[in-house]
């Protein structure tokens, strides 16, 4: 499986955005990167995905890379809501029923 | 209904009992999946069903026993546990897209049971 790099950890104030970078330098071209977070107590929900093309929903906003080999997940206004765990995941097609998390990002949100 | 029901919600069992988890969806989703998740790590995959059939066992021990009775339902039956086997076992499901759009697949994650072995 393709690995993903992500910060351990974040910090931000409430109402600003948020920037969460991860970097797949391994990623082939059927690739498609997915963001899930996790907030305490509770099991991982789906973010948002993409494979080539910057995607939007209500949630968040995916920024790729041109040559695919990092991403930003944006959260436009932080919220204390977004305290979480956020998780960067490849999904390979060739593999399409494992998902495989890596160690991800703790966000913290400041009052 | 966009859920995955997981009962109980905690659980807590001897080493020489046996018990089982429950993991229910009615979304019409054919893959269902057993993560187990230890405090402050990200969960670990343990088991996929796809089309009510075992298609990934990622060499869980045989303490651990799945079992997918229909498209709605995952049982993880466990019996003579450890006490290092204590975390958070969580259900997913989704859709089972064919290639080329495969690696599109989303998955819904229930809430968790919470077990802890004495």
């Known amino acids: 499986d393709a690995k993903t790099t992500q910060p351990n950890s974040m910090e931000s104030n409430e109402e600003e955005p948020v920037h969460l970078p991860c970097n797949h330098s391994?990623?082939?071209?059927?690739?498609?990167i997915h963001w899930y977070r996790q907030l305490p107590s509770q099991g991982p929900e789906y973010v948002i995905h993409?494979?080539?093309s910057n995607v939007n929903n209500r949630m968040a906003s995916l920024a790729i890379a041109e040559d695919r080999k990092s991403s930003t997940l944006i959260l436009h206004r932080a919220t204390l809501r977004d305290a979480a765990v956020y998780y960067c995941?490849?999904?390979?097609?060739?593999?399409?029923?494992?998902?495989?998390f890596g160690p991800g990002t703790s966000l913290s949100v400041i009052p | 209904d966009t859920e995955v029901t997981q009962t109980p919600k905690h659980l807590v069992m001897g080493m020489t009992n046996k018990k089982s988890l429950k993991c229910e969806q009615h979304?019409?989703?054919?893959?269902m999946y057993w993560y187990k998740q230890k405090a402050k790590k990200p969960p670990e995959l343990m088991f996929v069903?796809?089309?009510?059939?075992?298609?990934i066992n990622e060499s869980v021990p045989s303490r651990f026993s799945p079992e997918c009775p229909n498209s709605s339902l995952l049982n993880l039956h466990l019996h003579a546990l450890q006490p290092e086997d204590s975390a958070l076992y969580l259900c997913?499901?989704?859709?089972?897209?064919?290639?080329?759009?495969?690696?599109?697949?989303?998955?819904?994650f229930g809430a968790g049971s919470r077990l802890t072995v004495l």
């Open positions: 979304m019409g989703h054919r893959a």
């Open positions: 069903y796809s089309y009510e059939k075992l298609s």
């Open positions: 997913a499901s989704s859709q089972v897209l064919r290639q080329p759009s495969s690696g599109a697949n989303v998955l819904t």
């Open positions: 993409g494979l080539t």
């Open positions: 995941i490849l999904r390979r097609k060739t593999s399409y029923d494992k998902v495989i």
């Open positions: 391994t990623i082939s071209g059927t690739d498609y």
